[in-house]
């Protein structure tokens, strides 16, 4: 098993910057991929950012590309989601999960069934 744990959210102003944090512990060898998913009231989760474990390869939507940066510290154990130029629009719960991900193909990072375990979830509420 792997626990991931999220932190980071918050009210912001339109144009501010958040950096989320999520922390991971368990059994994370079974994973090489941890991506950054965010869910609106009323909307299908949807996919935000991805990294592979040892950093070489990073994923973004398009909607976020330029905006918001994936990274991670392998010593802490931990993937940052660093959000800058924020819009209203942002405004979701943004998960991170983790998966073993074989296919290198984008389209597969996109997909939230190739991640089999999630956090629970920061509220991230952006104001006009």
């Known amino acids: 098993q792997v626990q991931l744990v999220e932190s980071g959210g918050g009210l912001v102003q339109a144009g501010g910057s958040l950096r989320l944090s999520c922390a991971t512990s368990?059994?994370?060898?079974?994973?090489?991929?941890v991506g950054w998913f965010r869910q609106a009231p009323g909307k299908d989760r949807e996919f935000v950012a991805a990294?592979?474990?040892?950093?070489?390869?990073?994923y973004y939507a398009d909607s976020v590309n330029g905006r918001f940066t994936i990274s991670r510290d392998n010593a802490k154990n931990t993937v940052y989601l660093q959000m800058n130029s924020l819009k209203p629009e942002d405004t979701a719960v943004y998960y991170c999960?983790?998966?073993?991900?074989?296919?290198?193909?984008?389209?597969?990072?996109?997909?939230?069934?190739?991640?089999?375990?999630w956090g629970q979830g920061t509220q991230v509420t952006v104001s006009s």
């Open positions: 990294i592979s474990w040892n950093g070489d390869s990073t």
């Open positions: 999960a983790a998966g073993r991900i074989l296919n290198r193909s984008t389209y597969y990072y996109r997909q939230p069934p190739q991640y089999d375990f």
């Open positions: 368990g059994r994370t060898s079974s994973t090489n991929t």
